[in-house]
């Protein structure tokens, strides 16, 4: 299986690609446009900043490419919230795969922004989540979010519900680390792998 995950100078690879690598499966790290089309599967994992990120994506050419494929795709973290069509971090455009806004979490005095710790997951409604339940945790670090809509396969909420997971066509994301996610993550991973 060929696994090509988007190096555009986003943070978390490598805790990706470990977490990979303890399943068994070598993947590879490139912004090279052909490899990228040619992988049976792509990651979209980061850390970081919205402005930033698709800087980067659109110097590489990756802003054209990524909307185009048609392999299953998982994006993770800042990986997913790149996905949507404009981002209130920055006042800046995304890639337009999902009709989401990403929109900033306003704190109050019970809830810290950003938003990180453990949360469990609610609503499940995908293959992408198959074997995990409500009382399962996930691990986030976020300080935006995509509201909950139609494309919406898994919820949590910080106070407010938010999209903890998302899904349009080949197209999985998920906002929290799945990678640093014990087994619920692992399983994440899998059920992604066997797509």
Known sequence: MDIAVVDYK???????????ERLGVQATLTADAECIRRADKV????EGEAASAMR???AQGLDRLLPTLSQP???I?????????HSEE?????????????KRFVPDPEHKVPHMGWNNLQRLRSPLLAGLSEQDHVYF???????VGEYTIAEAAHPVPFSAAVQHRNFYAVQFHAEKSGPVGTRILENFLSF
């Open 10 to 20: 986003g943070g978390n690879v490598q805790s990706v690609l470990f977490a990979l």
């Open 43 to 46: 990651l979209f994992p980061g």
């Open 56 to 58: 980067e994506l659109r």
């Open 73 to 75: 795709f998982l994006g």
């Open 77 to 85: 973290c800042l990986g997913m919230q790149l996905l949507g069509r």
């Open 90 to 102: 920055g006042d800046t455009e995304l890639l337009g795969i999902l009709p989401f806004e990403v």
């Open 141 to 147: 670090v976020h300080s935006y979010y995509a509201p």
